[in-house]
């Protein structure tokens, strides 16, 4: 699987919006972007995933350069139950097989109040 | 709701002991499961893929005759984790995905082995 780098940690202030980035340079053509996020003590949950074009939810946005090397997750408002490790993974398309996902280190987000 | 429910979420045990975490899709059905293990302060580690009606696919260095996984419905993947030592002790994860649909994960299983 292609490797992403994420800064290890971030801070935000409550109700600011908070920007992560991540770098995949050599994300292939066929691999997803997907962000998950673990609180403490839980398991991992899905937040977002995109292949080229931005992506919304109700949780987040998601923004893909241009050439796919770079994206960032945006979360318009941090709350103080956003303080979580947020991690950025390439997916390759499973073409209907469920693939397992490869977690780095992530970034942790303290969210100031 | 959860769509993966994950049980025990905590067992503290003596050493020697066998334990056993089921993991449950509750409204998919999951040819696939996988098993994680975390330790603390670090990453999820892929321990192995669970096949309903196969052998299990264990990623390099895990043991599989510690880990035993079995997958005998497309709803329930379980993890026996044999003869526990201390070492073992860590937080277990599984997770279960609709084939190309983002995997939902279960809450863990912190286990502690004394």
């Known amino acids: 699987d292609a490797k992403t780098t994420q800064p290890n940690s971030m801070e935000s202030n409550e109700e600011e919006p908070v920007h992560l980035p991540c770098n995949h340079s050599t994300i292939s053509g066929t691999d997803y972007i997907h962000w998950y996020r673990q609180l403490p003590s839980q398991g991992p949950e899905y937040v977002i995933h995109?292949?080229?074009s931005n992506v919304n939810n109700r949780m987040a946005s998601l923004a893909i350069a241009e050439d796919r090397k770079s994206s960032t997750l945006i979360l318009h408002r941090a709350t103080l139950r956003d303080a979580a490790v947020y991690y950025c993974?390439?997916?390759?398309?499973?073409?209907?097989?469920?693939?397992?996902?490869?977690f780095g280190s992530g970034t942790q987000l303290t969210v100031l109040p | 709701g959860a769509v993966v429910s994950q049980h025990p979420s905590r067992v503290i045990c003596k050493s020697g002991t066998s334990v056993k975490i089921e993991c449950r899709s509750l409204d998919f059905q999951a040819t696939t499961m996988f098993w994680y293990r975390q330790f603390p302060k670090q990453s999820l580690m892929l321990m192995a893929t669970?096949?309903?009606?196969?052998?299990?696919?264990?990623e390099q260095g895990v043991e599989k005759d510690k880990f035993l996984i079995n997958h005998a419905s497309l709803t329930l993947s379980t993890l026996t984790v044999t003869s526990a030592h201390p070492e073992d002790s860590s937080f277990y994860i599984c997770?279960?995905?609709?084939?190309?649909?983002?995997?939902?994960f279960g809450d863990g299983t912190r286990l502690s082995i004394l």
């Open positions: 993974i390439l997916r390759e398309e499973s073409l209907g097989s469920a693939r397992q996902l490869t």
């Open positions: 997770s279960a995905g609709d084939g190309d649909q983002p995997q939902h």
């Open positions: 669970s096949n309903e009606g196969s052998k299990a696919t264990y």
């Open positions: 995109g292949l080229t």
